[in-house]
């Protein structure tokens, strides 16, 4: 199984995957965990702490098999990959 390299805004991130579109997925669902963690008072406190620890995507997640940082990933916008996550654990194809 292929090795992806998945970035987002500050969020980088190693998965095995089928395809990059899945790594992607893979990617939304580590961040919906780690911010399933936070203890927050209110909706805002809770957004506000992933971003500070660096746990919110931007708007488009990047997955290549060579390393970050590379012009020749994938590119996802995060909308697409939450409407596939939506599918998870569906294959991602």
């Known amino acids: 199984m292929p090795k992806f390299y998945v970035q987002s805004g500050p969020v980088r991130l190693i998965f095995d995957a089928v395809n990059a579109r899945q790594a992607?997925?893979?990617a939304f669902q580590w961040?919906?965990?780690q911010q399933a963690e936070i203890q927050s008072v209110?909706?805002?406190d809770h957004v506000l702490v992933a971003?500070?620890?660096?746990?919110?995507l931007a708007d488009e997640v990047v997955a290549n098999e060579q390393g970050f940082d590379r012009q020749d990933g994938?590119?996802?916008e995060t909308r697409?990959?939450?409407e596939a996550?939506?599918?998870w654990p569906e294959?991602?194809?």
């Not at 971003?51 to 919110?56: D, K, L, V, Y």
């Open 24 to 26: 992607a997925v893979m």
């Open 74 to 76: 994938h590119v996802f």
């Open 91 to 93: 294959p991602v194809v």
């Open 51 to 56: 971003e500070q620890r660096g746990w919110q």
């Open 85 to 87: 996550w939506l599918q």
């Open 80 to 82: 697409d990959v939450f």
């Open 31 to 33: 961040t919906c965990d």
């Open 42 to 44: 209110s909706p805002l």
